[in-house]
């Protein structure tokens, strides 16, 4: 009895002991800091990207140790000149402004080579967020949870070298135990300067259980809370365009709480301690971003959510418009103007050389026509390229009501063909094979290209035929009336629409090959007078054809000029008036300065049309009387 309680002492000393030895490994528990964080990491959902170098965001939240201690990055003073190679943490430690982390390429030309550094270095690390548990002094009963995340490189409108993000959870608490015992009542998410708020219990902020959806905006990163072209205009906004579009790819953060203060050099964290910037040098914009010890929500988490949050961002509508798309005009200019400035910076000298060709180049086009003079009659004489616009802008002007009502039915035509399109696309077919069908074969392409524009393109023949019999009745001494406009139409519809046709799908279809691109644009200019032959003419198909291509011989280059720049001058007037509109009335809505873009390319269209038929006329007395040209 006495040897079998021996042994079961022994037995139950040795678990005992090995217990012991176990316990260190797993007795403790994480912080209640560790535990809120891990309660709210947020999802990160992520514009789809899936190919390299592809659409999309290539970028993921990543951990600083890809850049510290890595013999590819340099760390660089700007005044001195010293510098560090693969600079780690501790090296970080109490620097000031002047030093900067200097990452291999050139951020104002990135091309893909970030992209590729990235997942280079990445790998398969998993995605990480710091968080940040932070009281601000004099706002006892708040307390905020912060998520920041890196990026090792900002791709949007300004183009940077590294990326700091973060969004912010408010409690009702002054501990990380006390709010555990509840749920956020705010939070805020950084959107470049500022920043949107929402209730815990809003609509738009999404959820996966306690975790918060954040979707970035594409190239930038700036957080928002759904799938949207968001439009900024000012610094808190951003300037251009965030897109966060689906589809997304989902990354789920692993959280690792940071301190405010790093306790010493040795400390992991003690790159929380250098106010340096993480990327490149740059002027503006473009210059390496500072960390998150250096922001104003870092030390005053409370005031800064008051500060600079709002309830709401700007977002794009979707759907299509009669006309150019302001915000979509908006969006592309910032985007390309942007590129365009940053290739400047980059390149100053080139681009000056560039643009000072450009602006001799355009001096002398405009010395070099004639102005003067510009009467509308006769209508068949030659004429400059000066006298054409001038003569057409005149008939713009004294014949206004003329040139509201064929607006006006350009405005309707649309509409109506586009509902038509739409219907067709629902209840046929038609949508049925777009949708099943592969996305880069060219008969989905051409279905594509011809259901998007069908309407506006039907509605701009009628312009310019309306337009080109108007000028045909001055040429016969009469100011033809909108009806008897329309009338002359009615006879002229049936080689409208097939010339027409026969020239659309034609050209569609080489576009959509993608090498016939320079025969189809070789083609539109040989029979971009068909329509005013059509009708000034009385040409059928095949005359209209050959009458626009007669004309149009030995002077196809001056043609693809006079056309171009009198279709394009609506294209950028009406949105131009938009953006401006934009710009300066903060709190008008979208979809308003979408209508009035509409509207002034309604009015300003007709233009092209009276242009079109006064070149038509230009031409034809130019090949019947060679000596008078």
């Given amino acids: 009895m006495a040897a079998r309680s021996g042994r079961l002492a022994t037995l139950l000393g040795a678990a005992l002991a090995a217990l012991a030895v176990a316990l260190p490994a797993n007795a403790a528990s994480p912080s209640a800091e560790q535990q809120l964080a ?47 190679t693969a600079p780690t943490a501790a090296d970080l430690y109490g620097l000031g402004d002047a030093w900067y982390l200097d990452l291999p390429g050139d951020p104002l030309s990135p091309g893909c080579s970030y992209e590729q550094q990235f997942l280079r270095w990445n790998g398969d690390r998993p995605p990480v967020t710091y968080a940040h548990v932070a009281t601000e002094k004099g706002k006892p009963g708040k307390l905020a949870l912060q998520y920041w995340f890196y990026y090792t490189f900002n791709d949007f409108n300004d183009k940077h070298e590294s990326d700091w993000e973060m969004i912010q959870l408010a409690f009702d608490a002054d501990t990380a135990e006390q709010a555990l015992s509840q749920t956020p009542a705010e939070v805020i998410y950084s959107q470049h300067g500022g920043g949107e708020f929402a209730a815990w219990d809003a609509s738009k902020l999404q959820k996966v259980g306690d975790h918060p959806v954040v979707y970035p905006g594409s190239g ?37 709480v940071i301190p405010t203060t790093p306790d010493s050099r040795e400390s992991a964290f003690a790159w929380l301690a250098y106010s340096g910037r993480w ?20 030390l ?17 509508p979707g ?17 390309k103007g942007s590129n365009l400035l940053n290739a400047v910076v980059d390149s100053p000298w080139t681009w000056l050389c560039v643009f000072g060709v450009l602006g001799l180049a355009c001096a002398a086009l405009v010395h070099r026509t004639r102005w003067r003079p510009h009467d509308p009659v006769p209508v068949e004489q030659p004429r400059a390229v000066g006298q054409v616009l001038r ?48 996305r880069q074969s060219p008969v989905t392409a051409l279905l594509a290209l011809l259901s998007g524009g069908t309407g506006v393109l039907i509605a701009a023949v009628f312009t ?20 008897q406009a329309l009338h002359v139409l009615r006879t002229r519809w049936r080689p409208l629409v097939g010339v027409t046709a026969l020239v659309t799908v034609v050209s569609a279809v080489l576009i959509v090959t993608v090498v016939g691109i320079p025969l189809a644009i070789y083609l539109l200019v040989r029979w971009g007078l068909v329509t005013p032959a059509c009708v000034i003419d009385r040409q059928g198909v095949k005359g209209s054809r050959s009458e626009s291509a007669r004309l ?75 000596a008078a040209a």
């Fill in 38 to 84: 891990d309660r709210f990491a947020p999802v990160v959902r992520l514009k789809e990207h899936k190919e390299e170098c592809g659409s999309g965001e290539p970028y993921r939240p990543a951990s600083v140790d890809l850049v510290l201690g890595n013999s590819e990055v340099t760390l660089r003073n700007a005044d001195t000149g010293a510098k560090r």
């Fill in 220 to 256: 930038s990163h700036a957080n928002y809370y759904g799938q949207n072209l968001y439009l900024g205009r000012s610094a808190s906004e951003g300037f251009g365009c965030d897109d966060t579009r689906g589809p997304s790819t989902e990354v789920r953060p692993q959280a690792i």
């Fill in 279 to 298: 990327g490149q040098r740059e002027r503006g914009a473009n210059n390496g971003p500072t960390g998150p010890n250096t922001k104003d929500q870092w």
């Fill in 300 to 316: 005053a988490p409370i005031t800064w959510m008051d500060d600079t949050g709002r309830d709401s961002s700007v977002t794009v």
């Fill in 319 to 335: 759907g299509s418009t009669f006309g150019p798309n302001v915000a979509g005009f908006f969006c592309g200019a910032v985007a």
């Fill in 391 to 438: 003569a057409a802008w005149t008939l713009h002007r004294d014949h206004r009501r003329f040139v509201l009502a064929v607006g006006l039915s350009f405005l309707v035509m649309s509409v109506v063909f586009s509902a038509v399109w739409a219907v067709l696309l629902k209840f046929t077919g038609i949508g049925d094979f777009v949708s099943v069908a592969d």
């Fill in 464 to 483: 310019t035929a309306a337009t080109a019999a108007f000028v045909a009745g001055l040429d016969d001494g009469r100011t033809l009336t909108t009806r």
């Fill in 552 to 626: 149009v011989h030995g002077g196809w280059w001056r043609t693809l000029g006079v056309t171009a720049l009198v279709n394009v001058t609506p294209l950028i007037v009406a949105p131009l008036i938009g953006v401006i509109i934009l710009l300066l009335f903060s709190g008008v809505a979208i979809w308003f300065v979408n209508l009035i873009g509409s509207l002034v390319f309604m009015f300003v269209y007709p233009y092209s049309g009276l242009a079109i038929a006064l070149y038509f006329y230009d031409r034809r007395a130019r090949r019947e009387s060679p």
